[in-house]
């Protein structure tokens, strides 16, 4: 299964995971197409590279920030990855980075990187096929949904908690859709009409705003406990 991360060995027990997130046009510059504080902006971006990094196995141990907003952007930017860290209690990583203050651009953008380390002897879930559950936890939301229903998003404390789960595998949906995950996760080309849920399969999810699970059929009831009405079913004819 291809992720969107990097993972380079350190040594024979560690690896370094690397993801990143980059937005464009999303800030509070005249021409940006979303309208939204810097701190929000950022806050989505990082929660989009630590949840590639932690569905990886990797535990977050920096962030880097690549601003081309402007020098007086910098304080809100750095607000919104501490909020995050903050939700995963992970106050103290360090967060480095740069802007690009010889131009200004007339949209805003910036770019985040999580670096994260994961055991190397921590072998990945393999679940079987007759006993897999599939569900989508939260909303596919892009643009100003994402704002104005902030209560259907996956939060990064309840993500952090099922990444803590035996026999789940995780996926982030982005901007590709949960039928793209789905069929990352399947290896397999199936048309639409074989897949059933109540939300929108083909829907950019933004910011990971959701998330595609594999589990066992075992961990049913815990998914649904812990997840409310986050939790959509996906059934497979």
Known sequence: MKRDITEIPLNDKKSLVIAADNSGGIGLKAH??????????????FRVAVMECMAAGGTPLAVVLHNFSGDDVWPS??????????????ADIPITGS???????????????????????????????DNMKLAVIGSPLVGNEVLEREHEVLSLSLFQELCQLQDVVLLP??????????????????????????????????????????????????FQDKCGHLFHQILVK
């Open 32 to 45: 940006d197409i979303v309208q939204t504080p810097y701190e929000v902006v950022s806050y989505y971006g």
């Open 99 to 129: 802007t690009e203050s010889n131009f200004s651009l007339v949209q805003s953008a910036i770019g985040i990187i999580v670096m994260g380390k994961k055991d190397r002897l921590a072998h990945d879930t393999i679940l079987s096929v």
């Open 77 to 90: 930017l750095m607000k919104g990855i501490e909020r995050g860290l903050e939700e995963l209690g992970l």
């Open 173 to 222: 949906v982005g901007s590709k859709g949960i039928l793209h995950e789905l069929r990352v996760l399947l290896n397999y080309e199936f048309p639409n009409h074989q897949i059933n849920c109540d939300v929108d399969l083909d829907k950019s999810s933004g910011p990971a705003t959701c998330c595609l699970v594999a589990y066992d059929s075992s961990l049913e009831q815990i």
